[in-house]
């Protein structure tokens, strides 16, 4: 089994930053992709960041510019570094990782419980 684990969320006041980690443990052979998603309340779940295991990245729309993702393959971590945080920043953020358990099988998708980010003075 595959387990992904956010950590670091919590309070921060407008304009501070927050650095997010993501903890991919179990039957892996690579973590293919890792990814940040973000769901505001009443809103659907949105992409932020990507990080392939070659070092290439993606970054959506929705925070560009205040954000970046990195990870250390050798430990399975990803990260998401978040700058000039804004009271509208205030969610749930998940680490989605794109899991091969071995070499002869496609990525399978495995998401966390979601860390609470609440932005506010």
């Known amino acids: 089994q595959v387990q992904v684990v956010e950590s670091g969320g919590g309070l921060v006041q407008p304009g501070r930053s927050l650095r997010l980690s993501c903890e991919v443990s179990g039957k892996i052979w690579t973590v293919a992709s890792m990814n940040w998603w973000r769901q505001l309340p009443g809103l659907q779940r949105e992409f932020i960041a990507a990080?392939?295991?070659?070092?290439?990245?993606a970054y959506g729309d929705s925070m560009k510019g205040r954000v970046s993702i990195s990870r250390d393959n050798a430990k399975n971590m990803g990260y998401l570094q978040m700058d000039s945080l804004k009271p509208e920043d205030t969610g749930v953020y998940y680490c989605?990782?794109?899991?091969?358990?071995?070499?002869?099988?496609?990525?399978?998708?495995?998401w966390g419980q979601g860390t609470q980010v609440t932005v506010s003075a």
């Open positions: 990080m392939a295991s070659g070092g290439g990245t």
């Open positions: 989605h990782a794109s899991v091969r358990k071995n070499a002869g099988r496609p990525p399978e998708d495995y």
